[in-house]
C-alpha cells in the first residue's frame, strides 16, 4: 500500500487516512489509485463493516495536486481515470463510509467528503469550491451533491462564488451531518464509525442503495425499490435477532451476516 494513503484496520473498521501533509493532501494520481484499491479491499473484505476516511496533518484535502496537472489538458479523461472510479464506488459500495473533515476540504477533497454517506467536521473546518478560482467548474459529483443537499439557490452561490463554507454553516445547511469541536472531531468520528460496524450492515447496503434510487425515481418506482430491498433485508439473519431481541427485552447483537 501506498505510503501516500495509510489503511488501518480496527476490528471491523477501515480507517483510510489521505496522507501527504505537506501538502494539505492533495490529491496525488499515485494517492487516488491507493484510495480506490482500499475502498475496494474494504468492500471484499467479509469482516468489514464501516469505512472511515480521513486525514493527516492540518487539513482534509487540498483537492486535486495542481503542481501534477498541466496547463492545458483533457481534464475530462483526467477525472474519468482518477476520480470517477472512486465516487462510484463510494456511492455504491454496500458498507457505510464516514468522512472525518478538520481544517480545509477544498475542490476536489469538498466533494471527496460529500460523496461520503455521513460527514463529521471540526466546528472550524471549512469546505471550499475552489474551482472557479481557477477557471474550472466544480467536479468529482459536486455539481449533483451540491443542489441536492443544499438547495439550487445556495448552490450555485457556493459553486459560483467559491467561498469557504464554515462547517457550522455546512450543518445549518445540511451539507454534512454534524460539525462538532475541532479537538474531539476525529474521536468522534471513530466511535461513529465504530457504531454504524454494529448495526445491521445488510440493512445498511439495502438503505444506501434504495437512497440512492430515489434520486431519480418516482414514487412510484421507489415504493418498488422498497418492496425488493425489504423482502432480501426480511431474510437476513439481522432482522431475525433483531426482532427476537425485541420480544425477548434486550439489545440486538447484529453480525451483520448475508445468511
Ligand atoms: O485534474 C483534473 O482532473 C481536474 C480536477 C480538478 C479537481 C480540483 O480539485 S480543482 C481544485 C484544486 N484545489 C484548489 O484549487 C485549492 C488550492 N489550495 C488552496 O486554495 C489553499 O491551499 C487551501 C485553501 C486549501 C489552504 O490554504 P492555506 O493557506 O491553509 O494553506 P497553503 O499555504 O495555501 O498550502 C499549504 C501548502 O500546500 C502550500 O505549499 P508550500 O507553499 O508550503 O510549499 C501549498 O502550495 C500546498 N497546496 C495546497 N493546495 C494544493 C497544494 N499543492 C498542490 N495542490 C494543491 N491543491
Known sequence: MSEEL??????????????????????????GAALLAALQAAVDDESCRAVLLRGEGRGFCSGQDL??????????????????????????????????????????GANLALACDIVIAG???????????????????????????????RARAIAMLGEPIEATQAEQWGLIWRAVPDETVMQE???LAARLATLPT??????KRALEASETNTLEQQLVEEQNAQREAGYTPDFAEGVRAFVEKRPAVFTGRKK
Open 123 to 153: 466546528e472550524t473546518a471549512k469546505f471550499v469550491q475552489a474551482f472557479v478560482r481557477i477557471g474550472l467548474i466544480p467536479d468529482v459529483g459536486g455539481t449533483w451533491f451540491l443542489p441536492r443537499l443544499v438547495g439550487s439557490a
Open 6 to 31: 495509510l489503511v488501518r484496520i480496527d476490528g471491523p473498521v477501515h480507517i483510510l487516512s489521505l496522507n501527504r501533509p505537506d501538502r494539505i493532501n492533495a490529491f496525488a494520481t499515485s494517492m
Open 189 to 191: 468520528a471513530e466511535a
Open 67 to 108: 503542481t501534477e496537472v498541466p496547463e492545458s489538458a483533457d481534464l475530462g479523461h483526467l477525472l474519468e481515470l482518477r476520480y470517477v472510479p472512486i465516487i462510484r464506488l463510494l456511492r455504491t459500495m454496500p458498507k457505510p463510509v464516514v468522512c472525518a473533515v478538520h481544517g480545509v476540504a477544498a475542490g476536489a
Open 202 to 207: 445488510q440493512a445498511i447496503a439495502l438503505m
